[in-house]
């Protein structure tokens, strides 16, 4: 094989497929990316047997082949280098790669070693606007469970709504919940799948990428399988059965208040400092009070030593609030990470009892119509 490429080009693509490629102690081939080049193309694959990443990209290509690389190494000497082009050529025993004045020698692994994820039929799926699968995979993502005893939480589920016709996307992690649909009609024949964490976060920044396109999505019982122009990312799904999750949404509520979004980020980051601050206090709780015209917080240290509190305005719809107050307990990491993934002006914050999930919702319209749901604390 012996190829000339575009040095930003390669390198934009190897950073995409290094979150594909296996790290560690994994067999050596899985470390490696596969080029493959022939006509006016060359096609770069990374893989660790749960997740594929293909990509296309030109290239003067004057002697067709393939060979298997380094990928860590080949990303870092490549990102390096100077010149608009990289040349790579191989001799079935180690690859030359020269950019500007720099030259680089890699070992290659044998073509035929790489395990490529086999091609089967994906019968059922839909298209829809890369932007719009991007922020539904990015907004639940913030909710996937990392414990691995519950596997099947460790992802976002995705499923067609009958009723509405919607793609439904949510995730939890058993403390909070977060449910997004789209906000036009979408028809598919998923019954339900649950993608996980780990292709979502190669698929969100994929559809960044590629805002202005439209992403074809396809999958079976086991595989998912996303396409975008000159990209392909096949992974396994996660094999498990997803909670209904709507249960835990109460069907209404009694008190609520409308906040401006970044005076309550903010508030919620001075009141988290103190837990950032002292490592005993990891995971407790931000109280909060609704007043008539504001939301108090509070935050208190694991020895009850130390304590902050801050005051944010806010427009609370029970004008009794102050005859009748209770305190919610929330987690305040979990309350950062809900506000700071949202893209609006006003929020409403809403809860029934001291021991009721709180509910935080956008105000005003938002394609995709998130909910979050974070699951109250003690302490």
Request: aromatic share 2%.
């Amino acid at each position: 094989m012996k190829i000339s490429i575009d040095r930003k080009k390669i390198t934009e693509a190897l950073t995409t497929l290094a979150k594909a490629a296996a790290r560690g102690n994994a067999m050596p081939i899985l470390t490696c990316v596969l080029l493959r080049a022939e006509g006016d193309a060359v096609r770069l694959t990374a893989s660790d047997l749960d997740i594929e990443v293909t990509l296309a990209l030109p290239a003067a290509v004057a002697e067709t082949g393939g060979c298997a690389l380094p990928a860590a190494q080949l990303r870092a000497i490549v990102s390096r280098m100077t010149g608009e082009r990289i040349d790579i050529a191989d001799d079935g025993q180690r690859a030359r790669v020269a950019g500007g004045r720099a030259k680089a020698h890699l070992p290659v692994l044998p073509l035929g070693d790489f395990p490529l994820i086999p091609a089967v039929n994906l019968p059922a799926g839909l298209d829809l606007p890369a932007s719009r699968l991007a922020a539904m995979l990015e907004a639940c993502s913030i909710a996937t469970s990392t414990d691995g005893t519950r596997w099947y939480l460790a992802g976002v589920f995705l499923h067609h709504d009958a009723e509405d016709g919607c793609l439904h996307g949510a995730a939890t992690d058993g403390h909070r919940l977060v449910w997004v649909r789209t906000g036009e009609a979408t028809a598919t024949a998923w019954s339900g799948i649950i993608v996980p964490a780990s292709a979502v976060s190669v698929m969100v920044p994929a559809c960044r990428a590629h805002d202005a396109d439209q992403a074809e999505v396809r999958a079976s019982d086991s595989k998912i399988r996303l396409s975008l122009p000159g990209l392909t990312i096949t992974s396994k799904l996660v094999d498990g059965t997803f909670p209904d999750y709507r249960r835990v949404v109460p069907p209404a509520f009694t008190r609520s208040a409308r906040i401006g979004r970044a005076a309550l980020l903010d508030a919620v980051g001075r009141v988290n400092a103190l837990a950032n601050e002292d490592t005993n206090s990891k995971g407790r709780a931000i109280h909060m009070t609704h007043h008539a015209t504001s939301l108090a917080l509070r935050r208190t240290a694991a020895e009850a030593s130390s304590s902050i509190t801050d005051e944010v305005d806010a427009v609370v719809s029970d004008q009794a609030v102050d005859a009748d107050p209770f305190v919610v307990g929330v987690n305040g990491v979990y309350l950062a990470a809900a506000l700071g993934s949202l893209d609006c002006e006003t929020v409403d914050l809403a809860t029934n009892d001291a021991m009721a999930p709180l509910r935080l919702t956008p105000v005003g319209e938002h394609g995709l119509a998130p909910i979050h749901i974070i699951m109250p604390m003690r302490g």
